[in-house]
């Protein structure tokens, strides 16, 4: 894992666009590959890429390291007034089981790439030239606590809940992100139908948003999230879902509601489970389309809490 860790470091790190960069990358790949050739990697339960969260927890003492990017068409941001296709290259997530019922997760986006389009009104002063066509900036990592309440029965779901805070990484004033610190909340429920080969599962639940142009303002909103996922044959899935938040009152700049809809598949092959999905957005804040692939192992990582 240090090996893994270290070498993306030296590759994404300094974002240098050298040969021996390259040949550092390929030779990790390459190492990872290997890896996940001789160590047999279990990925049940997986959630990428999907936004809503399932009850399932990770192996005690498992690792799950999920890589992945994403393209999305006509994304607008309130709070810049921008409007065009985004570019997150490198989608980052890591899952650890600490015991049989509580979870610790990463996620977040490296950087974010974003082509501009349109320009609209903005409360912020921006670090954006007036002809530049496009922009780029650190994305937002969350920080995530899952807990599983109960397991499921033959009559009843399985629950749990999800804490989370979402980190000021991003920088608004290159148009991306709010640079904010958020708080969130959820309760998670599921149930395996058909013998197990159908999940759903859902959350609901609050965000506490800080305000992006007013001091210690802030606004609540509901967070919502209903999915389904279907075992086609041993290592081939399909899932579709329904995901967003809804703000009930008149937004700040940034904190609008946004839905999206995805449909996708998941293959498990070589230690690793690949995965694509399309996606559909649902509200005047959410990207028109898009498409989002990567992938996720799983590997023992430490000594789980007794």
Known sequence: ??????????????????????????SLVWSWNWVAWVTPASVAAQQRPLITEDVDIVESGRVRLQI???FFQQQRFGLSGLRGDLFRPITLGLH???????????EGSVRDY???????????????????????????????????????????????VRFGVQLPSSDQS??????????????LVGKQLA?????????????????????????????YGAATVYRVAERLDVFGEIA???????PAPGLESQAQIRLGARLRT????????????LTQFSPRSGVVFGATYEFRGFEPIR
């Open 1 to 26: 894992m240090l090996r893994v860790l270290t070498a993306h470091k030296a590759i994404c790190g300094g974002q240098r666009r050298r040969l021996g960069c390259w040949a550092a990358a390929l």
């Open 174 to 187: 290159r148009g991306i992100g709010t640079n904010t610190t958020n708080v969130l909340a959820a309760v």
């Open 244 to 250: 967003g938040r809804y703000n009930p009152r008149p």
């Open 270 to 281: 070589a230690g690793f489970q690949w995965d694509v999905a399309g996606v559909a957005g």
């Open 68 to 70: 992945g990017a994403g």
């Open 114 to 160: 974003l082509s501009i389009r349109e320009r609209g009104p903005n409360p912020i002063p921006l670090a954006v030239p007036p002809g530049a066509a496009s922009t780029s900036g650190a994305g937002d990592f969350l920080l995530w606590t899952k807990i599983k309440l109960r397991k499921e029965t033959p009559r009843a779901p399985s629950l749990g």
């Open 195 to 223: 013998q197990k080969r159908l999940n759903v599962f859902g959350n609901i639940g609050v965000g506490i948003l800080s305000s992006t142009v007013t001091p210690g303002a802030q606004q609540d909103v509901l967070t």
């Open 96 to 106: 650890f089981g600490l015991n049989t019922n509580v979870g610790f997760s990463v």
